[in-house]
């Protein structure tokens, strides 16, 4: 089986890749840069088969030349720019090109090389104000709210993409990611909202206390268990439904992970910032979003979480300390 993944250098690009991998499959890699040089060291490690491609997701001629050269039976649409304040206001038209353009050019050169079937990305962004709400945030009810152009750009994708879908034949289903961490994540220039349990991990290497603006309670999705979801809808025969969530199905806060953080770091420190101090780890929302509901996809799939707190903390310690990516500054105990 063969699936060419859009935005394959990026953080769940990798990841997905690396499932993928892990079970025999060969992987075509489309993205501006190629992996880094951990990553295709990773890679050559697993049975399957991994080629990097390079291009502009915006780009159909060179999307459907790929598809034309490799032909997948599978495409994943990936690529995106997850864009912070900052970026909304010097590149809001690129944030429109990639995330929607981007998906629009990849599934008709997917409908024009006979590609069997597509799973795109889309993101719990959509959801947006709905997530100041304490209830669960599900795919059949919740009103799509979003508040920012990444938001907006997800919510136009999915629409954009379902109706492309349609009337070219292409089988597609979209997957609503929630707020990832793990393996893989780094600022790759079009990455500006890091999770927080990275932004955790990197005042602890630089010796740091981190302040967290408050506990920060969350459905934190382990990128394993994303990366698992999206290949069960992509192995799926067929899919009940059009679109699913893809989280966690649990929750816990960053103060949770601060807690494990300090016991494996001695030397860290971490508290909440006093009345009126400006914290140094970002949330970038002034509140605690719903969870997302991933009783659609439980019902429907083969697919189970496995990545709670203690053992996602436990694998990416594995993980920094396999792939040479040391904490320096953070005396860790080691197992």
């Known amino acids: 089986m063969t699936t060419l993944i859009t935005g394959s250098s990026g953080f769940v690009g990798l990841a997905l890749a690396e499932h993928l991998l892990a079970t025999g499959e060969t992987v075509i890699g489309f993205d501006r840069s190629p992996p880094t040089e951990a990553a295709n060291r990773a890679f050559a490690a697993l049975p399957g088969r991994f080629v990097s491609t390079i291009g502009d997701v915006r780009d159909v001629d060179a999307l459907r030349a790929e598809m034309s050269q490799h032909r997948p039976q599978r495409v994943v649409t990936l690529a995106a720019i997850t864009a912070d304040e900052a970026r909304e206001r010097h590149a809001a038209q690129t944030i429109f090109e990639v995330n929607v353009g981007g998906v629009l050019a990849a599934l008709n050169a997917a409908a024009d090389t006979g590609v069997e079937r597509v799973l795109h990305a889309s993101s719990g962004s959509v959801y947006g104000r709905s997530g100041r709400s304490p209830v669960a945030l599900r795919e059949d009810d919740t009103p799509l709210l979003p508040e920012g152009l990444y938001g907006m750009s997800k919510r136009a994708a999915e629409e954009a993409a379902m109706r492309l879908a349609s009337i070219r034949g292409l089988p597609l289903v979209v997957g609503r990611l929630g707020t990832c961490f793990g393996p893989w994540e780094a600022d790759t220039g079009v990455r500006d909202t890091l999770s927080p349990p990275l932004q955790v991990l990197v005042r602890t290497r630089d010796g740091e206390t981190a302040i967290l603006p408050r506990a ?80 659609r996809l439980l019902g429907n799939s083969t697919f189970r979480p496995r990545f709670g707190l203690t053992e996602a903390e436990a694998d990416y310690h594995h993980w920094i300390r396999e792939h040479g990516t040391d904490l320096s500054g953070a005396r860790a105990h080691h197992d």
Not at 233 to 243: C, V
Not at 264 to 289: K, M, Q, V
């Open 216 to 295: 920060g309670r969350r459905d934190w999705l382990y990128v394993r268990d994303v990366a698992a979801a999206m290949a069960t809808l992509l192995d799926q025969p067929s899919w009940a439904y059009p679109l699913y969530n893809l989280a966690a199905g649990f929750e816990w806060s960053l103060a949770d992970w601060c807690a494990c953080i300090a016991a494996r770091y001695p030397d860290f420190s971490w508290r909440l910032a006093e009345s009126g101090e400006r914290a140094n780890i970002d949330y970038f929302a002034d509140y605690d979003r719903a969870s997302m509901s991933i009783q």
